[in-house]
């Protein structure tokens, strides 16, 4: 039995402003942080989301081909994989 659990994902804004350099087109970005709060404690980290028009150009560089998808290689996961000895 295979199990993954204990996964984070990082580097989505980096990836997300070099998917963005070859056209110079930074300003077009529709992600970004959104914050949270905790009425305790205010203001707390928040949480990245990824807009439409992002989204839409990820989406047509993913379609595009190896060549095109390299803004992938910035994205980290990091997982705790639980698998047999003799995997």
Not at 55 to 68: C, I, K, Q, S, V
């Amino acid at each position: 039995m295979l199990k993954i659990e204990n996964f984070e994902v990082f580097g989505w804004e980096h990836a997300i402003r070099g998917m963005r350099n070859p056209k110079n087109s930074w300003e077009k970005s529709d992600s970004g942080w959104e914050p949270q709060f905790d009425t305790e404690q205010g203001p707390v980290a928040g949480e990245f989301v990824i807009g439409p028009k992002d989204l839409d150009l990820m989406t047509r560089l993913r379609n595009a081909g190896t060549d095109h998808r390299k803004f992938m290689r910035m994205i980290v996961v990091y997982a705790d994989i639980i698998a047999p000895l003799y995997w």
